[in-house]
């Protein structure tokens, strides 16, 4: 980390895709970063906020991926360098002003970073945001290697700043995720001045109106932009052919599925006859160095991650330079060679190879793949995700399905995005009824709160995190209060965003470069929008689920705030409020009246079923001594008792 | 530069979420930087830190740089912060020639808690990682941690104990060297001793 | 008596509709409980015997055994069950006044059963706007307070689980005939533990027709007045086909048919109208509303009734003939009906593994004229 800062020119540093970003954009020199917290790409500005002090930086969490690509915007059109971060979904977000944008033009340099999820590790999605290139017209970068995160970066804000156009640059988790080695080089000067200029010609690039306007002027002016971005990613030094002059199969690849690629044809032994096209620049395509390549090949294999993207864009090109070189077999996701969903990987990559060259793939001796059959179901059971021990979801969510159960009109919860969104499992309760995106919650609860009039007589909730809240969900708050929706929001405030890595949003009093900063106050915001207004610890579980069964039974919008800090805060992970045991004398366990409540239905991992003694105990490895069930155990067989830290503390 | 017993070497370093698993594989993959390999690691974190099951996969060379996956079934070396978790990676990455370093602790998963699947007996797990495996060590990585004061020790003493094989040179100085770039001098001293005592768990 | 759990209670009660809500199923364990008038399940309980079960009023009733316990007899189908004496009567002087419904004996005897020690707890029934809250009272100059006829099927019995948690041991119940059915099963202690032995000191019954479902009552009720001002329900006797509701703006006549729509699908397989299975009964008396009928069935009651009526909390007197006979016509024809519902819903002595709502010999059956 700090060897981002310090690291010199020529040393070799193991870093991971999103450090060797941050250190592209500190040997870039880029002034200002703005972004919203998501995985793949949070590690981005944690970074530069760690470093913002040393390299005169401002780096800054913004409340939205809309408003991060606005705050970098805004540093672009007063000359500086900029960066803005988001994970796919985030492009999105941003998607409205990004579109005009491309038409309104930068000035000092600006990049978008932003992360796709193949596979959705950390995602409710794996959507592919290069379509977002050829749509809004924005010129598209992916690196391909851990030293192409740093190195094109850097020429990214190059090409930005000839074209005056914001540039995407498209990683993935495979690659912001992963450490690979970088050389490093030198760190420049920062003393860039910010003036934002208006005065000159209305439609100056550099001092006229920043606008998309007016259309007949600016739509051209774009779409030469981009006929200039082809020539310019002909001499790209990014994309590389390694291979024989005449391959058998043309790879032709991006990002880390170029890394996949390469693994394939080494695994297959087939050097000779396989040659890999990495692209860095995918949109738009260089034309002539793919008819270099298309023209020399004999088949083409084209490997990308999640959908047909590359392979429909040089498909179409292929069509248009049929009549020169003829016409190739180019396979893909089409025609079923590699699959259209989830993530590559090399043996995925290596098995399309191996249909096409009738190479054989190298498989595991039968006999032990027969004994692997055979212990894997039993020696490896499922490990679904769950809330933390001590998370105070867990508590909330106890409440919200406590009350919903016995209230037994069939209320439901909407989803939204964030630590809770695991509720969605039957494994973690099950109490998320639909799930989207940010603030989606709040939105469809306001518009199920209106359904009274068709007979629907449901109660309604919504769940949000404190940073959702801010994100997307207060729009749809105001909808329903303004609309006198019959809903109740609940606000899971947990002081921090939580399943991205705990970053600050606005209600904390801290930045993202550890400044000071105003911690807006969730309960006022409500409370001046109009809603009702009620606060809880979620710990407390008889006064939560007391606050909800009020809220349930009254009409109109409604807001209820379980303020309890992430069990993974810097200020509680690692200590323990109570020592918490069970007295397994008094544990019912499966007995009549209890039936394993806290293993079976609640299902902290603190808790574990002590098969031969028929008992609950607690792991004291993992409990994280919150306490909480100890007040849900039916027989009072969990005791807790406040750590000696806890009473050192009060003592002090 | 030592030439490696398999090139590319690779090694999975397994276990649940939160138990240090990316530091781990940083820990191993910078020793062995410094020492000139080409080096990448692996790794999806965020949600799979909430009690999934989470794995790094480490490659390492002497000349090329490899993908951040290990192709199926060519594991040469775990080493799992959890029983069922080495389990699950030699499903897949396993092999006859396979060594597994498996901290014996077991951490329950909610589908066990809850009671909707059995979690095996140490005895079942050590039979079947023998078998699958070319050489095994069971080691207590957990308790030996708690003894020196914190669980979090644990990945410290695994790295130990993989250096112990001897299968990759992971010296004692240049584990040194790595940990005092990451942790302030007066923490440096402990995680030495969880190293010595993690390398003579499986020392010859 | 045969003993299923809670998969089986949700089978043969919930999914059947067949639930009234008496709570004696609730406050055991984390999985039933009753809220503002209805009884659900909460989570998922996987075991293959229950409490839940074994106390629920509406399933392997085993009448023989009920009535082997509370009277060493057997169950025979008699319009009004077993009874020492029919007498009329109402609360004595020595009985603080109070808002009572017809003439107060109910509160009068338990009352006189708290302050002499009879039971050390009273599980009584309170109304909170349309919603019936039960209640565990110890204190004697409590009672008038939960005085007044609740018409909601109430969750009562879940008092009764709570105080045998907290350790009372001769709790007094003052119940419908299916509370008190359910409380009969408890005091029967059919999972056999020493901790769950028979903590009832007295047995109350009120008549009963039938009861009203609390959450369509208040669906129905509650846009036509404020619920929270209501102090006062009742259906007078026949022929005035009505119920009244007074609250604090005045009196709300409703229809009786259409607050008989409001009526649990349970109470039509119920045969029992004067709560047989009690020490003493209460009820209306046709045509005198500042006086109660009362059924007198053990020994228990029979001297509570005589030390209450000698210390001056009960004055009773002689039941006319033409009231007792119309008392056995209406109890009687409900029996049959109920009967009748059993038996066309294959509910009654069901065999071959199939779970019955009640078992009864064959000879009663018989004579009842049901099949």
Redesign the interface.
Known sequence: MTVLLTGKKGEQHLLMGNEAIVRGALEAGVNLAAGYPGTPSSEIIENLGLVAKDRNLYVEWAVNEKVAAEVAAAGSFAGLRTLATMKMNGVHVASDFLLHLALSGVRGGMVLVACDDPNAHSSQHEGDMRYFAPMLEIPLLEPGDFQDAKDLLKWAYELSEQLRSVIFFRSTTRLSHASGQVVLDELPANDRRAEFRFDGFILDDMTGIVMSLPINFKHPQLQQKIKQAADLFEECPFNTYTGPPNPEILVISSSASSLYSIEAIHLLGLEGKVGLLKLATTWPLPRKLIQTHLAQARQVLVVEEVLPFLEENIKALAYELAGDIGAKPIFGKRDGALPTYGELNPDLVAGALSKITGAPLPQRPDSYQQRISEMIFFGAPARDITFCPGCPHRASLWSIENVLQMDRRKGFVCGDVGCYTMALHPMNFGSLKTAHSMGSGTGLASGFGKLGRFGMDQPVLSVCGDSTFFHAALPALVNAVHNQSNMTMVVLDNSGTAMTGFQPHPSIEKNAMGEIAEAIDIAKVCAAIGAEVALCDPFDVERTQEALFQLIEKKGPKVLILKQMCALSPEKKGFRKYEVRVDPKACLGEDCGCNRLCTRIYRCPGLVWDKPNKVARIDEIVCAGCGVCASICPAGAIHKVLSENDKGREAA | MTPLKFDPYNLVITGVGGQGNVTASRLVGNMLSLLGYRITIGETFGASQRGGSVKSDVRISSATTFSPQIPKGNAHMIVAMEPAEAVRVLGDWGNPEVKVICNMRPIHSVNVICGDSEYPTPEQHQQWITDLSRQAWFVNSTEEAVKLGSPIFSNIILIGALAGTGDLPLERDLFQTVIAQRLPADKVEKNLVAFDIGRAMTAA | MQVFGPNELVADVFQKDLCVGCGACTE????L?N??G?T????????A????YAYCPKVEVDLDGLFALMFNAPYEGKPIGIHRKVLTAKAGLRMTAGKFQAGGVVSALVTYALKTGLIDAAVLTDRKGLIPVPHLVTNPEDVTKFASTKYMAAPTVAMVNKGQQQGYKRMGIVGTPCQLTAVAKIRANP?QKEEFADPIGLAIGLFCTWSLDTRRLLAFMADKLDVGRIHKMDIPPPPAEIMVVETDQGRVVFPLSQIRALVPNSCSICPDLSAELADLSVGVLEGRPDLNTLIIRTPKGEDLARNAERDGFLITAEMPTENFEHLCFAAGNKKTRAFEQLRERDLVNTDGGKRAALRVNASTLKRIGVE
């Open positions: 055991l364990c984390p999985y409980r809220h503002r209805k659900g399940m909460l989570f998922s309980c996987t075991r015997q229950g409490r839940c999972l």
